[in-house]
């Protein structure tokens, strides 16, 4: 997509980035009908949320799922944002420990069965899973992972089977730091709904919104680098590198976190600067397959109980690729301790694949490894009071300036946080710009950083 030329006419909202937070706070308030626009600094929207086709096969960023309880879902819903999926086939799956492998406890029948539980495990699965879905996790958001995990499951092979399915569902490997209260609310999500792989990848979902937008009037503007943003209580504007001023009532940045600051131009000592400068962000070494023939067709999703890898054949649930052609995604989830060399971490990928696909080089079509992907710019921490202690959509001493994100505010997790972020921050665009000029509202962190 070509850059459209930038008018320096004045907009009702600014938006700092066309990902998946970007394009969905730009569509409500498009859909409200204000003068929206998107300015973008890469060539194409999207984000992290772009999906790479090549002879027919679709490639996601790593292995994306959609929570189909979570907050992107229902406000992509809302909009009528068109997308199918299926959910992944998990009767088969297994939870590897070495050179042994187990099947993934899915009920009682299974967990009755498993070889991996004892019978004091087992115990323990029953009342720990009909606890959950009346679980309230916000007494658990200061405590962490494997404080909870300790005192729910023991230290046993059923704990590591808790971490696991709680590692898959955060994407986080930090236990000793990551708020247990996060990781509850995101494993009760993942058990009541599931996820979806969306068919076409996660380019379905940018189409759409790009699509909407563009209906609704929005002026999406791609190669568009904005250097400053500057905010009063008259209004915002963007400054690009090309020198030009974009004027308008609102800005919502829907960038990462350290972006966010520079744009701003905030010195070291305010809290978002002091918030960013010690958040953690979640990263993942993925490997990305595309195959002519699965050598074990009943192997298709798989969990590393002794070491923090996943692998799943998407393709196998959506439509991803050509006939004949599996699309799959092996990942190892990189934790807090320093880090492994981007060659290692391949070869280990590798070396799980071989174990669960035992010949699998000899069929692959394609394949890419992206050694150390962004996840999410923050890992909620139980010393930071979990989802709360992220930045509120509010900007002290940024009138009229408001952020979204994955990192931003208190409700849920990965494209769950940037679409609610995303929502929370078009309301309160919409009510600046329906009361007049505003000041800022709230405090940057739920947590008082």
């Known amino acids: 997509m070509r850059a459209t030329s930038l008018r320096a006419d004045r907009a009702d909202l ?17 859909r409200a009908g204000r003068k929206v626009v998107v300015l ?37 819903r809302e909009l009528g944002i068109l997308f199918s999926g299926g959910f992944p086939d998990t009767r088969r799956a297994v939870l590897t420990d070495g050179r042994r492998a187990y099947r993934l406890p899915r009920g009682a029948g299974s967990a009755l069965a498993s070889r991996l539980l004892t019978v004091r495990d087992k115990a323990r699965f029953f009342r720990l899973f009909a606890m959950l879905p009346r679980l309230d996790a916000r007494p658990f958001d200061r405590v962490t992972l494997r404080e909870w995990i300790s005192e729910t499951a023991g230290h046993g092979n059923l704990a590591r089977l808790m971490g696991t399915l709680c590692r898959v569902g955060t994407y986080a490997d930090d236990p000793e730091h990551l708020s247990a209260g996060a990781a509850i609310e995101q494993l009760k999500n993942t058990l009541a709904g599931g996820v979806w792989y969306l068919d076409g990848g996660w380019q379905v979902l940018i189409d759409g919104l790009r699509e909407y937008v563009t209906k609704h009037g929005v002026e999406l503007a791609t190669s568009a680098r904005v250097v400053a943003v500057r905010g009063d209580a008259g209004g915002v504007a963007a400054i690009t590198a090309s020198g030009e001023e974009r004027l308008g009532r609102t800005a919502v940045l829907a960038i990462d976190p350290e972006g966010a600051g520079d744009l701003l131009e905030m010195p070291d000592n305010s809290p978002l600067a002091m918030w960013t400068a010690r958040s953690v962000p979640v990263r993942a070494a993925c490997l990305d397959v595309a195959l002519n023939h699965l050598p074990r067709r009943d192997r298709r999703v798989a969990f590393g109980l002794d070491r923090p890898y996943y692998f799943s054949v998407h393709s196998a649930s959506a439509r991803l690729a050509p006939d004949g052609v599996a699309v799959l995604h092996a990942m190892k989830y ?25 010949g699998w080089r000899g069929h ?3 394949r890419r490894f ?3 992907m962004t996840v999410a710019h923050n890992l909620p921490r139980a010393d930071e009071g979990g989802l709360a202690g992220r930045p509120a959509v509010t900007v002290p001493g940024s009138p009229n300036v408001f952020l ?41 962190s739920h947590a008082n950083v």
Not at 14 to 30: N, Q, S, Y
Not at 43 to 68: E, Q
Not at 335 to 358: H, I, M, R
Not at 429 to 439: K, Q, R
Request: glycine share 12%.
């Open 40 to 76: 973008e600094r890469a060539g194409r929207p999207g984000g992290r949320a772009i999906t790479r086709v090549d002879g027919g096969i679709h490639f996601n960023l790593g292995p994306h799922a959609l929570y189909c309880r979570g907050h992107a879902f229902r406000l992509l």
């Open 334 to 358: 990189l934790g807090t301790e320093p880090d492994s060399p981007a060659e290692f971490d391949e070869a280990q990928l590798e070396a799980y694949l071989e174990t669960l696909q035992p």
């Open 404 to 444: 979204a994100g994955d990192w931003v505010g208190d409700q849920g997790l990965l494209a769950d946080a940037s679409a609610a972020s995303a929502a929370e921050a078009a309301r309160h665009v919409i009510e600046a710009l329906d009361s007049g000029p505003i000041t800022s509202r709230g405090s940057v």
């Open 364 to 366: 692959v079509v394609t």
């Open 370 to 372: 992206l050694p150390a």
């Open 14 to 30: 600014i938006v700092i980035g066309a990902g998946l937070a970007g394009l969905i706070t730009a569509a409500f308030v498009a």
